[in-house]
């Protein structure tokens, strides 16, 4: 399998090539984290590894930036050495990480510590006035209900804007 020009593969994703052969197959790709991605095989999802060390936690954004500044340094050269690739993909991540901070935006992944500092900070406690066990909470009520009020139903309007995706199938020929 390959995706923006990374290889997955995986012995269960193979075995199941042997028994099927070349077919066109829905994939979901964590654009956060291409270090795998997840292939449906009949009603499930399989989880196969990029075939290429190093690419847990790389956003599809920085890959393909990547690839547009090895294309535009390397024109269309058969082989590009790996630890070129490599520094090329950390000196992008460099630029991004420079920009964030300069900016002054912050992480936008919260670390054990900085959840747990948050989680402390927002010092809510839920309760019920009624006592009830969390089992006699009649179905049609939330946990909440008694506290929040809930909103006025009103029908959904569909949105003018169709939503932008990428192809969800590929060829199972790589």
């Known amino acids: 399998m390959r995706f923006f020009n990374l ?3 995986s012995p269960d994703l193979q075995k199941h090539r042997r028994n099927v052969g070349d077919c066109q197959v829905e994939i979901i790709v964590d654009e956060d984290d291409l270090g ?41 050269e058969a082989i590009i050495d ?4 490599r520094e ?48 006699e909470i009649p179905a049609h009520k939330g946990l909440l209900s008694d506290v929040i009020p809930a909103a006025l139903a009103r029908a959904p309007t569909p949105s003018p804007l169709q939503p932008s995706k990428i192809s969800p199938t590929w060829d199972l020929t790589d």
């Open 82 to 85: 790996e630890p070129i690739v």
């Open 7 to 9: 290889h997955y593969q």
């Open 88 to 135: 090329t993909l950390a000196g992008i991540q460099e630029m991004i990480d420079a920009g964030i901070k300069r900016a002054d935006i912050g992480s936008t992944t919260l670390t054990a510590e900085e959840l747990d500092r948050t989680e402390r900070s927002l010092s809510i406690s839920l309760s019920s006035t009624h006592h009830h066990h969390e089992t």
């Open 36 to 76: 795998c991605i997840s292939i449906k095989i009949g009603d499930g999802y399989l989880t196969v590894p990029c075939m290429r060390s190093g690419f847990h936690g790389v956003c599809l954004e920085v890959w393909r930036a990547t690839c547009r500044d090895l294309g535009r340094r390397f024109g269309r």
